[in-house]
Every structure is written in C-alpha cells, then in structure tokens.
Nanobody, 126 residues
C-alpha cells in the first residue's frame, strides 16, 4: 500500500518552474513532518526541504534556498514543493518522505522517516 505518492515531475527548460505534490494516505498526515529529497544520477541523496506540521517549521537545503518553497495542505493530506528558477543541476528524482513531527527544524537521517514515495523525475534541459 502506497502511503506517499509524488506527482508533478517532468521536463522543463532552465529558468522554468514546476510544482511537485506529495499525496499521503493511511497515517495521520497532520502529525507528520514532510521532507523532500532528491537524487541525481551518480550522486547521493540530498535534502531539499523540510516542513513541520505547520508552515512555521521550514528548512531548505543551501542549493535551493530562495528558489524552492515547501508547503502543505493538511485538509488535503498533501505536501507541495514549488520549484522556480530551475537549473540543470536540479535534474534528479525527487522523493517525499514523512516522519512524526518533533517540532524541531532540519533534516533527519533518512532512516528516521516512516514513509517514502516512489519518486518523480524532474529534468531541466533546453
């Protein structure tokens, strides 16, 4: 049973935008923080964004600060990642992950996340 399902990936030109969605089911979404990670070919998994149960707990990886915005809609059990000013180096498979919120900001070791999505491919190319 898939607990997290990402969507919204695709091919976009440099400078363009995409909005990824992470639809959750089967657990109390409003008690879980949501993180986005990405993995480019040949590279390690990289933390992109972290949002707690409220928008007040936000954290971004250095490479995406000022360009990406994480948000969530607890009524829809969905997390979002708005990606603007995309660069070729943003090309990767993007994953969302969920863990119980402890009201502290920042990424956690990947082993601490209870649920992971299957990933969605983002390709930035002209």
């Amino acid at each position: 049973q898939l607990r997290l399902v990402e969507s919204g990936g695709g091919l976009v030109q440099p400078g363009g935008s995409l909005r990824l969605s992470c639809a959750a089911s089967g657990f109390p979404f409003d008690k879980y923080s949501i993180a986005w990670f990405r993995q480019a070919p040949g590279k390690e998994l990289e933390g992109v964004s972290y949002i707690g149960t409220t928008d007040g707990y936000l954290y971004y990886g250095d490479s995406v600060k000022g360009r990406f915005t994480a948000s969530r809609d607890n009524a829809k059990n969905t997390g979002y990642l708005q990606m603007n000013s995309l660069k070729s180096e943003d090309t990767a498979v993007y994953y969302c992950a969920a863990r119980p919120d402890d009201y502290a900001v920042g990424f956690r070791p990947v082993g601490e996340y209870d649920y992971w999505g299957q990933g969605t491919q983002v390709a930035v190319s002209s």
